[in-house]
């Protein structure tokens, strides 16, 4: 391919190569043409008596505003995660305490309530 264009940069040959192989796969695999079927393929420059270079545009477009990968979240600030640790930490103790009381209970709290 170099020595064929050979005024065009490579590092557009290379991009040449990977379309033009996608669109032989597309059009063979995707679209079942053969051979015999080439002739048939007529590239539309109008639908309808309009441009449709456009439809591509905007689709360049919309794909633009996609972000690449997701923002990663912001982490909790140091003293909103210390504040949460101290108040989980009370009610597991008091959580605790509470079970204990109940399963350590005098047998004649027990009594009482039947």
Not at 27 to 54: C, P, R, V
Not at 61 to 75: D, F, R, V, W
Request: hydrophobic share 45%; charged share 10%.
């Amino acid at each position: 391919v170099k020595t064929s264009y050979p005024t065009v940069k490579e590092k557009y040959l290379n991009e040449y190569c990977f379309s033009g192989a996608y669109i032989l796969t597309l059009l063979l695999q995707g679209y079942n043409f053969t051979g015999n079927s080439w002739d048939q393929i007529h590239f539309m420059g109008k639908i309808e008596d309009s441009n449709a270079g456009w439809t591509l545009g905007y689709m360049l477009n919309l794909t633009n505003m996609i972000p690449a990968e997701q923002p990663l979240s912001q982490p909790l600030p140091r003293s909103t995660y210390i504040s949460l640790m101290v108040i989980f930490s009370l009610i597991l103790v008091a959580v605790a305490i509470i079970g204990l009381f109940i399963c350590n209970k005098p047998s004649y709290f027990w009594k009482e309530a039947v």
